[in-house]
């Protein structure tokens, strides 16, 4: 069965980066895209952008396109979301999708939390 | 850019049929896939409709959705409410094929 593992919890200052990473198994990892979209608490989905583990591109949601880098490796199937220069706002659970019918995530990860303070 | 635009909060009776719409600002409803994704406290969204109108497996029959290019809207209907239904839910769908948006979600109360 389809399952993507994410990365534990973290804990971050202003301004530093963040790394997490979403391990995929039950499917060819290179076949379908990876999304990334965070939850800040209390509010809505928002959507980070995603990542092709076929060919290693990505696109970035525009307000996030300045801070936002998305990886694989294949040998691993793990796919990463770095995200830099975080602030308060940027606490929020992160969660990992997959695409299952075009641009449907039928697939997500378990969420991993980040705290951003000081 | 891209606004899926969904009532904050909707209510009713468990046994009765309840409706959430989810309008985009621009670009056509049509022909730009529109999914559903439900999600209980603490938990991830799971998917519950996509491509418009389509149920994934395991998903009950008393879960549809609809388009309605008049309005350029699209809605979720959930027939038979059940206490189990209470959830917030999420319309998304696309843009350009590039970008993915998400609707500012709606809060089911089942009372």
């Known amino acids: 069965q389809v399952q993507l593992v994410q990365s534990g919890a973290e804990v971050k200052k202003p301004g530093a980066s963040v790394k997490v990473s979403c391990k995929a198994s039950?499917?060819?990892?290179?076949?379908?895209?990876i999304h990334w979209v965070r939850q800040a608490p209390g509010q809505g989905l928002e959507w980070m952008g995603l990542i092709d583990p076929s060919g290693d591109s990505a696109g970035y949601a525009q307000k996030f396109e300045a801070r936002v880098t998305m990886t694989r490796d294949t040998s691993t199937s793990t796919v990463y979301m770095y995200l830099t220069s975080l602030t308060f706002e940027d606490t929020a659970v992160y969660y990992c999708?997959?695409?299952?019918?075009?641009?449907?995530?039928?697939?997500w990860g378990q969420g991993t939390l980040v705290t951003v303070s000081s | 850019n891209v606004m899926l635009t969904q009532p904050h909060s909707v209510s009713e009776s468990p046994g009765k049929t309840v409706t959430i719409s989810c309008t985009r600002n621009s670009g056509r409803i049509a022909g730009h896939y529109v999914q559903w994704y439900q999600q209980r406290p603490g938990s991830a969204p799971m998917i519950v409709i996509y491509?418009?109108?389509?149920?994934p497996p395991g998903v009950p029959d008393r879960f549809s959705g609809s388009i309605d290019s008049s309005s350029n809207s699209a809605s979720l209907t959930i027939s038979g409410l059940k206490t189990e239904d209470e959830a917030d839910y999420y319309c998304q769908s696309y843009d350009s094929n590039k970008y993915a948006v998400f609707g500012g979600g709606t809060q089911l109360t089942v009372l």
């Open positions: 999708a997959r695409g299952r019918w075009g641009w449907a995530l039928g697939y």
């Open positions: 491509e418009d109108k389509e149920r």
């Open positions: 039950g499917y060819t990892f290179r076949s379908y895209n």
